[in-house]
T-cell receptor, first 113, second 115 residues
């Protein structure tokens, strides 16, 4: 079945870049996502990338996809204290005509002032 | 703000009871998916409804059931509640064609505590 793995924790200093990594197993994934979850809140879609793309940049966010290695990363430039949250990598797959999004366990990003 | 709303925001139930959670989709979206997020975990797919029919299901027992209404709002029902059902329940809406892969937008969730 589908599996998505992430490291559990990342700590960076304010102003530095953060890189959060993710690996996935489903080679038929069409979309790959990054979601942000702040304490006690739902999921906020940060960005997504089609599986036929290598890179996507959106302001401070850069997503890199290595489809051969099934590796996805999210780089946050100039990390701010407001970026402290849990970041979920997710892949969109599913068969039988429906879409199922499989999430990793999340990476907790701590930004040190 | 995604335009997806859920109610209630918090709920406390006891073992064996039944619960109904509600979700209103973003305008123009015809598909609703439900997820369970246990503490410290990523969301787990429960099921998806497309145009009022269940369109796919994850590894959850039959006591988890749902409905989608003509206005595309949705309910998640859980019977015979167990302690392990305590979690954040998230719904997500999307505007997809059958077999499509449209982006899902999440609501803020309902936090359920089973005592």
């Amino acid at each position: 079945g589908e599996d998505v793995e992430q490291s559990l924790f990342l700590s960076v200093r304010e102003g530095d870049s953060s890189v959060i990594n993710c690996t996935y197993t489903d080679s038929s994934s069409t979309y790959l996502y990054w979601y942000k979850q702040e304490p006690g809140a739902g999921l906020q879609l940060l960005t997504y990338i089609f599986s036929n793309m290598d890179m996507k940049q959106d302001q401070r966010l850069t997503v890199l996809l290595n489809k051969k290695d099934k590796h996805l990363s999210l780089r946050i430039a100039d990390t701010q204290t407001g970026d402290s949250a849990i970041y979920f990598c997710a892949e969109s797959g599913g068969s039988g005509g429906y879409q199922k999004v499989t999430f990793g366990t999340g990476t907790k990003l701590q930004v040190i002032p | 703000e995604t335009g997806v709303t859920q109610s209630p925001t918090h709920l406390i139930k006891t073992r064996g009871q039944q619960v109904t959670l509600r979700c209103s989709s973003q305008s123009g979206h015809n598909t609703v998916s439900w997820y369970q997020q246990a503490l410290g975990q990523g969301p787990q797919f429960i099921f998806q409804y497309y145009r009022e029919e269940e369109n796919g299901r994850g590894n959850f027992p039959p006591r988890f059931s749902g409905l989608q209404f003509p206005n595309y709002s949705s309910e998640l029902n859980v019977n015979a509640l167990e302690l392990d059902d305590s979690a954040l329940y998230l719904c997500a809406s999307s505007a997809q064609q059958r077999g499509g892969r449209e982006t899902q937008y999440f609501g803020p969730g309902t936090r359920l505590l089973v005592l």
